[in-house]
């Protein structure tokens, strides 16, 4: 049977967490982050459970997964082109089993095993809540991609379908809206390994960075999905005093997405999806999407500031979002 | 009356936090950190309600400084010179009221603004648990301070005395084995102080730097001691394959401090005091502590692997730690 953490002196529980990170990096107070003459991006973001996870939808190891993917997915969406490594404070109660937190760190281990970067560091306390707070660090390549970026006439486009998450969410609590629903296997699928599992864009990044036409400038505006769809537009839109028009019949959906509700519902504010969302010159966005075959142009910025609007009725569209601190 | 943090939409609160932090440093998905030659240092800690602080103990803004300077404090006994800045993870259920945050705010920027740094970003989520999880950026300097640097022969010096906060945590909670003892009053608000307001030692570390004999090299073991001067003597020694003999009548306490039990205890495991705990060459430590007047010359550096010694009887000293996650 596994410890649980009361069970392990303090000594004994940092041992096992050092097995995660490079041989001697967690025996100081603090880490060293090499310096060049590129700048630094920083994020943090926590995942709580009941909230950003769940015994019943999220393996110990997709916890880890996770929590990494969304720092790194908000990295990719600045321009990151190369990722440093992250902090982990690790916050559960003494019941907690070793096996939960090995887990955890496992998942950890994975994606930085994939995305690149080490376990730089880290803390660990008693609560009454399992929760995990990572702050990531990645270096700036030659475009800071920012949401304040937008400009009149650029296009929206995301690397990526919107509204997995949010399904493959419902299909791990077995939710009512989905369970007498004929879906294709494969957006189950693809729909569960989203939700358990995702993809922060650096590759897409990477690609972004590639391919820029030489006539244009380093600018480009862009933030990520992983407060959903709609959010991360009026994020931009905000940041940027810009407006945007949508086309709901260019919705970025799976293959044998239904349509009507929730599913148009989930595909704007479901969250999670970690897709990046870009404000680009025309030109620019052409050639991306040659090299991103899940891309895809959803609308188009316009000077209206803060204001987004349906192409099809130019009706407002309803912005409401994911609200943190209120009532679940 | 104050609003709590369920009647503040997301944007409101986000908001309000972007006031604690220069011009626009938060309206983007990521904060860049400027780069030179110099690598940066980083460290992590969280802030737990009823482990690191508590309504009854700890003011709103002392929670907020206390955080900060727990981190600095890791920053300094690693060699930084320069606070680049924190970012910042708050949990809190919906029910906390907006003047607790603002408050935790305020000692966070008042922190900043004594050592220097910026609020560089952070997260925020519900949670049944307020906590903080603050992850602290510093360049450093000319010198790595390392744990793993102790050598035999070295003298062992701290910053100044410790079981302060203990005392104070002690005074605060109205605990017995304080309540009818005369103490002198100067010592009762030096406690109270200590606990509630700490100083992280970044002067103390200029202070080394300015001061080293020009024929010893760039080499000082060292570490805080945020858990137990014990348990900081213990970490220089096992990281650096050393052992200690401390001499019981050069324990590094305050003026009027008493004899006995739990006196002793408090100032060799109390934890808290965010001291510096330094291994160095006799010649340094003698010209340093005439810079640093509370500092104290308290054992010295042999190479009895692992092994701490009472000078007076050649005993080994009882070592046994704070415990994370056992029961309280």
Same mark, same amino acid.
């Given at each position: 049977m596994s410890p649980t953490l009361a069970d392990l002196s303090e000594a004994e529980l940092l041992k096992r967490l050092a097995r995660f990170a490079p041989p001697d990096q967690l025996s100081d107070d603090t880490a060293?982050?090499?310096?060049?003459?590129?700048?630094?991006?920083?994020n943090t973001d926590v995942a709580v459970d009941g909230i950003h996870f769940?015994?019943?939808t999220t393996t110990p190891t997709d916890v880890g997964w996770r929590a990494v993917a969304a720092n790194l997915s908000d990295l990719a969406a600045s321009g990151a082109v190369e990722i440093e490594g992250i902090t982990v404070a690790l916050v559960a109660p003494g019941r907690t089993s070793w096996d939960w937190v090995d887990g955890v760190y496992q998942g950890i281990s994975a994606a930085l095993g994939q995305y690149g970067g080490i376990l730089l560091g880290g803390d660990c306390s008693k609560g009454e809540q399992r929760l995990l707070?990572?702050?990531?660090? @990645?270096?700036? @390549?030659?475009? $800071?991609?920012? $949401?304040n970026a937008a400009r009149p006439g650029d296009v929206l486009v995301t690397s990526g379908p919107h509204g997995l998450s949010r399904l493959g969410l419902a299909l791990l609590q077995d939710d009512p809206s989905? $369970?007498?629903?004929d879906l294709p296997s494969t957006l189950r699928d693809k729909a569960i390994a989203r939700h358990q599992k995702p993809t922060? $864009?650096?590759e897409e990044v990477q690609q972004l960075l590639a391919c820029?036409?030489?006539?244009?400038?380093w600018r480009a505006g862009g933030t990520d999905s992983s407060d959903g769809l709609l959010s991360a537009v009026v994020g931009l839109c905000n940041s940027s005093g810009c407006g945007a028009v949508l086309r709901n019949d260019q919705l970025p959906v799976s293959e044998g997405w239904p349509e009507g509700s929730p599913w148009t519902d989930w595909c704007l504010a479901g969250g999670e999806d970690f897709e990046l969302v870009l404000s680009l010159? @025309?030109?620019?966005?052409?050639?991306?999407?040659?090299?991103?075959?899940?891309?895809q142009r959803i609308g188009q910025i316009n000077a209206e500031a803060g204001v987004i609007r349906w192409a099809h009725n130019h009706e407002q569209v309803d912005t409401g979002g994911f609200d943190h601190f209120g009532q679940p």
């Open positions: 060293a982050v090499p310096s060049d003459r590129r700048p630094l991006l920083i769940s015994d019943a707070s990572i702050t990531a660090l @990645g270096r700036l @390549g030659p475009l $800071r991609i920012h $949401r989905v $369970r007498d629903i922060p $864009r650096l820029k036409p030489e006539h244009l400038p010159p @025309g030109a620019w966005a052409d050639v991306w999407q040659q090299y991103v075959p899940k891309s």
